[in-house]
């Protein structure tokens, strides 16, 4: 017994050993941008904090932004990431198309939904990371496009959220002013995102951090908030005995602990606060945000999905005809609308650029 014991430990041991090698495997495994720069040799507006290294030139043709995929610079990790999570977002699209009718089922609409913004919010990160240091211009540009992808994100979150996730006491105390407010907020959202993006010249980082942050966390609050009010049904049956298994409870509940975890890492440059200069290749707080995003976006596709085949006699009963269409239509407008702040906001940046000159 105890020869098998120490050979567990060992294997273990071993185990660990590879694990700890993961940085430095992919260290090896990516070939350094030649002229890759120290934060000192760019724009402060390109500078992250804590990060001292691995910033690529500005200015360079398209050709080496995009062969940038396969080298290692500071924005590697944050480029693979999300480019990953694309590629599973678009094999469980491919999966649940064999299952769901979404052309003919309007039920299904708000989880197609859902599908085309994840897919969406993913690549639009994963082009801003990879291209958006060609200059000033396409930093803004970029990133504007990213923050448009993460106002229909959230617009997929509170379709699914209203339309499968819900309770009948919540949905009669928020029916007809959930959506709208919905959309409403996704479009704020952007415009905080980008406004404070664009005042990056004047305001200080925790003003800008909270002209992103809040109107996020308002409107996070409020399309999660059906799942929350479940919570607290099941978690009172629970109390009484009455005690219902729902498998989407469980995925909802890990899309809700990623999504919290990962808000954590986005408003905290941790662990490269601590380490300053040693996360510029691999570890950054941003990345970890990226990571423990894509298993919120699994997780919360894995639940609408289950609640879509487990509650239709429920939400059939809930929404009207016609109704599915017409959140199609509000996620046209919600595009539509952020599309047209980003392009506004980098009007604005163009004008700036122009008085600076």
Known sequence: MATIVMERIGRLFINLQQVGRVPQMLTEALPSTADTLRDTEVPWFFRERYIHSGYRPLHQ???YYFLSL???????????????????????TARLTEMVDFMNDPHSWPLFILLLSSASYLTFSTVAHLLAAKSEICHYG?????????????????????????????????????????????????F????????????????????????????????????????????????????RNSPALLFHFGQVVFFLSSAFFFTHPVPERWFPGHCDFLGQGHQVFHVLMVLCTVCQIHASYLDYSNRRDFYVKLHADGEALFFVALFILTLITSALIALYMLAKVKRLQGKTK
């Open 142 to 190: 970029f990133f504007y496009l990213d923050y448009v992808g993460v106002a229909l994100y959230q617009y997929g979150s509170a379709v699914v959220h209203y339309y499968y996730a819900i309770e009948e006491s919540w949905h009669a105390r928020v029916r007809g002013c959930f959506m709208p407010i919905a959309s409403f907020l996704c479009c704020l959202s952007c």
């Open 70 to 92: 396969l080298q290692r610079h500071n924005e590697t990790i944050n480029v693979w990431t999300h480019l990953i999570g694309v590629l599973v977002v678009l094999a469980r």
């Open 192 to 243: 905080g995102c980008c406004y404070g993006k664009y005042r990056n010249y004047s305001l200080p980082p925790w003003v800008r951090k909270v002209g992103q942050v809040v109107p996020s966390a308002v409107a996070y609050g409020w399309d999660t908030s059906p799942v929350f009010h479940r919570f607290v049904i099941w978690l009172l049956s629970w109390m009484r005995g009455d005690f």
């Open 61 to 63: 043709n398209w050709r």
